[in-house]
């Protein structure tokens, strides 16, 4: 049996273990702990943001975001993407999320 031990910050933050007889590689428990960090110790913040077209742009991908008038900064993960052409110009709508800690 894998035995998930969830550290954030500093490292100084241990959370209770996470033991799971399902749990039967190092990938999904990888994955378990994520969800419970993501899940537990952090706030997310979703937004969605209209810019300028930029090919490459992934869903799951890290987005850095550094939009001050909006309180918009830092890194964000996409998780959605779309565009709109127009005659004049071609834009993305991306949804963003930003996970930050419980204090």
């Known amino acids: 049996m894998i ?7 500093l490292g100084d933050k241990e959370a209770s273990e996470i033991n799971d007889p ?6 999904i ?6 969800n419970f960090i993501n899940g537990e110790w952090y706030k ?3 937004r969605t ?6 090919d490459g742009v992934t869903i799951g991908a890290i987005s850095s975001v550094y939009e001050s008038k909006l309180n918009i900064v830092g890194n964000h993960i ?5 565009f709109e052409i127009t005659q004049t110009s071609i834009s ?3 949804a963003i999320e ?5 204090i």
């Open 92 to 94: 993305s709508t991306i």
């Open 49 to 54: 943001i209209r810019v300028p077209y930029k």
């Open 78 to 82: 996409v998780t959605s993407h779309g």
């Open 98 to 102: 930003q996970h930050e800690e419980n």
């Open 3 to 9: 035995e998930i031990i969830c550290v954030r910050g």
């Open 22 to 27: 399902l749990i039967t590689s190092e990938n």
């Open 29 to 34: 428990a990888v994955q378990r702990g994520t």
């Open 44 to 46: 997310k913040k979703s």
